[in-house]
């Protein structure tokens, strides 16, 4: 899928219906202690800025499909082959979930079922690996996913990982490195995909690479996701032989996994998720990925992802401006990884005081040095509907509060006042 340009002038964002749908009075006289929890978080999501880059709000309808009675069901296998009765409704809604997944990104093939992100990847190592196995991935300080080798992680632990790293100058990915390593240790897969590269990955030549190699190519496109379904950046689909993702991130649909691949694979796949790595389905969960998708095919949701690129770009020169030190020198994605160094404050403590001044965010590593940097994604502030301005002002109010300046309660007041006048849910 290309990389289209929006139409211009944008449009508005289409409005969501936007009344929650859960009954919280009925939830806080039943049982007060959770009821009052989770009213509690529903006012942190409104009175902060999530900028917490692998965020979103969901629309209100995803929520409808998280909570309907598909919760209660059970629905082992694949529609038309189930290990349990009573899953027509579990059937339709799976077939509804891939038929628009398959249509939004172009493939072959598509299993719904994974839970998350790491299950898809997972499943993905199971179909196409065995234990002990090499595996190229980005090098996780330079931004890999726990599941792309961490020692404390099943992929660490089970495979032999390589990691290709970036440019120290530049902090774009060395596919010089990453040749070398793929001749060096004749991988049998290569993963690309990250959880802070704030740049598109050239898929063509990570392909070049990995046949040079005779290694499959795993793209683990969890952040991307929502942005290639939008046609905001270049899709993974013709190139690799298996697209990972979540539903969650700028996809903004549920906690939730999703494979992609090609024909001759998709037995594969579909054997790995279930029943190797997973039981049951959550079809409650595929109902609303279903919901999401449908969401993601309308014209609207290209305008909000090209809007969610567009407010990145003007965030990262705004925290330029600022004094912090960008990564890669902006961004292509929604994605702003940014160095608090120059302003002499570590990214433990930037972070620290932003969630002080209601600003919630990561930390991650920066691509030079040992230094960590904070990042930032603009996928929820662009869903609650606010604009360039706005970016610009939650940069100047990023910096003020990295530099300690001014009041903290005078700050936490501006940014209650920013979430206040953007409501995710109004109402
Ligand atoms: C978010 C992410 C995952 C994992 O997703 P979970 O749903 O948290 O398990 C995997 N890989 C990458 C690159 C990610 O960004």
Not at 50 to 66: G, K, Y
Not at 190 to 202: A, L, T
Request: proline content about 7%; overall charge negative.
């Amino acid at each position: 899928m290309p990389v289209t340009t929006p139409a211009a002038p944008a449009p508005p964002l289409p409005a969501l219906d936007t009344a929650l749908p859960q009954d919280f009075g009925a939830l806080l006289r039943q049982d007060p202690e959770v009821g009052g929890i989770l009213l509690a978080e529903a006012g942190r999501q409104s009175s902060t800025l999530q900028l917490i880059a692998a965020e979103n709000f969901t629309s209100p309808a995803v929520l409808a499909a998280l909570g309907s009675p598909l919760a209660n069901k059970y629905a082992e296998g694949y529609p038309g082959a189930r290990h349990h009765g009573g899953c027509e409704q579990a059937d339709a809604v799976e077939r509804v979930a891939v038929r628009r997944a398959v249509s939004l990104f172009g493939a072959e093939h598509a299993n719904v079922q994974p839970h998350s992100g790491s299950s898809a990847v997972l499943a993905a190592y199971a179909a196409l690996l065995r234990p002990g196995d090499t595996v190229l991935a980005m090098g996780l300080p330079s931004g890999g996913h726990l599941t792309h080798g961490a020692p404390g992680n099943f992929s660490g632990r089970w495979f032999e990982f390589a990691g290709y790293g970036v440019d120290p100058d530049s902090g774009l990915i060395d596919y010089a490195q990453v040749r070398a390593l793929a001749r060096a240790r004749r991988p049998k897969a290569i993963v690309c995909g990250s959880i802070s590269y704030p740049r598109h990955p050239d898929y063509e030549q990570f392909r070049d690479i990995a046949d040079e190699a005779g290694a499959y190519l795993i793209a683990d496109a969890a952040h991307p996701m929502g942005l290639i379904a939008g046609g905001a950046a270049p899709s993974p689909v013709p190139y690799a032989d298996v697209v990972c993702a979540t539903t969650h991130k700028v996809l903004r649909g549920p906690r939730g996994g999703m494979i992609l691949c090609g024909a001759e694979l998709s037995e594969r796949i579909d054997r790995a998720v279930f029943p190797f790595t997973q039981g049951g389905a959550q079809m409650h969960t595929v109902a609303a990925k279903a919901v999401a998708f449908g969401e993601a095919a309308a014209p609207g949701f290209a305008v909000y992802a090209h809007r969610v690129v567009a407010h990145a770009r003007v965030m990262a020169a705004a925290l330029e401006a600022e004094g912090f030190e960008v990564a890669t020198g902006g961004t292509d994605t929604h994605i702003v990884v940014a160095d608090p160094g120059p302003l002499g404050v570590d990214a433990r403590t930037a972070r620290e005081r932003l969630t002080a001044a209601g600003m919630v965010l990561d930390t991650c590593a920066l691509p030079y040095g040992d230094a960590r940097g904070i990042r930032l994604g603009t996928a929820a502030v662009t869903t609650q509907g606010m604009d360039e301005d706005d970016m610009t002002r939650i940069a100047s109010l990023l910096g003020a509060a990295v530099r300690g300046e001014g009041d903290a309660g005078g700050l936490r007041d501006e940014v209650r006042g920013m979430a206040e006048r953007n409501p995710p849910y109004p109402g």
